[in-house]
């Protein structure tokens, strides 16, 4: 399922997606992607991929994703993430007014390691379908 943003410039479809919806701005797209998926990982890119990291860090920091909603990043991220941290948690330590919380430094796992990109995936899919009947309520 490609979820795609609607840009003059924005390349065709995946070929490994079967079908795909177009949004007109980002947020929508953004919303989309996170209420169909159980995990991200984001590539090397640009503003926008930056804009979708921040977004996924906010969201699961705020709880409106589960605790162990794996967000995954490629290294090419870590010395975005490395300068976020030391502004918003390191250098205020002192202060005692973080702007983050020491667990918000553990979020984002970096890896281009395919086969670990999966097991975290596995294993958080893993977790979640054990608890999915505790999270549902059948009706009759």
């Not at 290294?75 to 002192?94: A, E, N």
């Amino acid at each position: 399922h490609g979820v795609n943003i609607d840009l003059p410039f924005e390349q065709e479809q995946n070929g490994y997606a079967h079908f795909e919806t177009k949004h007109p701005e980002f947020p929508t797209r953004l919303q989309e992607f996170a209420d169909k998926t159980n995990a991200c990982y984001l590539a090397v890119g640009g503003v926008g991929t930056v804009y979708e990291l921040f977004q996924f860090i906010q969201t699961r920091q705020v709880g409106h994703l589960e605790d162990d909603y794996p967000i995954i990043a490629h290294p090419f991220w870590k010395p975005i993430m490395d300068v976020l941290y030391d502004q918003m948690y390191h250098r205020r330590v002192g202060s005692k007014i973080t702007l983050i919380s020491e667990s918000d430094l553990d979020l984002v796992v970096f890896s281009e390691d395919i086969p670990k990109i999966t097991g975290i995936i596995a294993e958080s899919y893993d977790k979640w379908a054990k608890s999915i009947r505790r999270n549902v309520r059948i009706t009759p």
